[in-house]
């Protein structure tokens, strides 16, 4: 075992089928912070709202998606596309605020529609996991917070013209 305050850095372990399973590490890492807690280290209010961002279970099917489930009992399933699409990587971001000024902009080759699969994934300190995709693409850490924020279920959908939603 690694000295409590180490920062976490494993690597996610993939079975044959494809699946990850990174439960007892985030569980780990969910004990460490409520140890130190009870110690003194660090302020109750920012310890309890990062304790309902942190995965309860996390599930990685690469050519599929990330389904995570919350310490709050909630859980959020992401495609990988999805995931590739919403990276918080700063060329991503950058891309991103293009496309909403100007839905013409020609993307990047590696932005394409392409089939894209996730490839790896590990787990960034005790707040992020990083997932790299079958075109290259590896330098999006995906904080809980952040990803909790991009949730699917929770998006609204943009209003279109006749589809009923005006008044």
Known sequence: PRPIGQ??????????????????????????????RSIGHGRAYAHARMDSLQPANIDLK??????????????????????????????????????????????????????????GAELVGNYAIRITFSDGHSTGIYSWAYLREIDPANQQPEEQPGDGTES
């Open 7 to 36: 920062p976490i850095d494993h690597r996610v372990q993939t079975n044959a089928h494809g699946r990850t399973h990174v439960s007892d590490t985030v569980q780990h890492a969910i004990d460490e912070q409520r140890f130190l």
């Open 62 to 119: 690469k050519d599929r998606g990330l389904t995570i489930e919350w310490q709050d009992g909630s859980a959020s399933y992401y495609s990988v596309a999805y995931l590739r699409k919403m990276s918080p990587s700063a060329d991503m971001r950058q891309l991103r605020e293009e496309m909403a000024k100007n839905p013409l902009a020609i993307l990047p080759e590696a932005a394409g529609t392409g089939s894209v699969v996730a490839t």
